[in-house]
Every structure is written in C-alpha cells, then in structure tokens.
C-alpha cells in the first residue's frame, strides 16, 4: 500500500503562485500514475494534471501554461507548481499516486490542501 502526506497550500493573491508537495511512502515501487486532482465547493473532483512513469503528463485546458506537474524520484514526492494563480482556481487540492492496470486505476489519496486565491 502506498500512504501519501501533502503539503504546501494556502493562501495566495491571484497572479501569485504556490507549490504543493505529495510525499509517497510504502510499496511506492509498484507507482506508475499520478495526478492532481481539485474539488470546489459544490463540485465534482476533476483531475488537474497527470504524471505517468514514464513521463507523460496530462494537463486540464484550464492550467496548460500556468500549472506544472513533476515528481522528485528520490524523495518519492509529487510537485504541482501553479503560477498566475486566478481565483478560479480555489478549491481543495487533493494528490493521487497508484497503479493503473488493465483499464483500472487503484491509487492512494492524500488527505487534501486547501487552496484560495483572493481577486
């Protein structure tokens, strides 16, 4: 099992930027995807960006540009760098790391950052 601790949200002014940190621990040989992942009040969760292995990433339309995903390997911890931060973008920030195998995704969740920028 793969546990996950984040960190590194707050409060920021739009324009402004912040990094949030995923720390992975346990079986984190077995990782092959990862993603950010955000959820606004009365929303559904969305993905963000996403990280393969192998170095594929996805980005959302809305944070091509703004936001950056990358993992540091030796300290098993996935980076979000979100820059020109807009208020839209508040919301709880959520990290997950797993496996995806044969068209199923069996991930590990962090416990959520919360994420709010003043206009």
């Known amino acids: 099992q793969v546990q996950l601790v984040e960190s590194g949200g707050g409060l920021v002014q739009a324009g402004g930027s912040l990094r949030l940190s995923c720390a992975a621990s346990?079986?984190?040989?077995?990782?092959?995807?990862m993603g950010w992942y955000r959820q606004a009040p009365g929303e559904e969760r969305e993905l963000v960006a996403g990280l393969t292995r192998g170095g594929t990433t996805y980005y959302d339309d809305s944070v091509k540009g703004r936001f950056t995903i990358s993992r540091d390997t030796a300290k098993s911890t996935l980076y979000l760098q979100m820059n020109n931060l807009k208020p839209e973008d508040t919301a709880v920030y959520y990290c997950?790391?797993?496996?995806?195998?044969?068209?199923?995704?069996?991930?590990?969740w962090g416990q959520g950052t919360q994420v709010t920028v003043s206009s």
């Open positions: 997950s790391q797993g496996t995806y195998e044969n068209g199923t995704y069996y991930g590990a």
């Open positions: 346990g079986s984190i040989s077995s990782i092959n995807a």
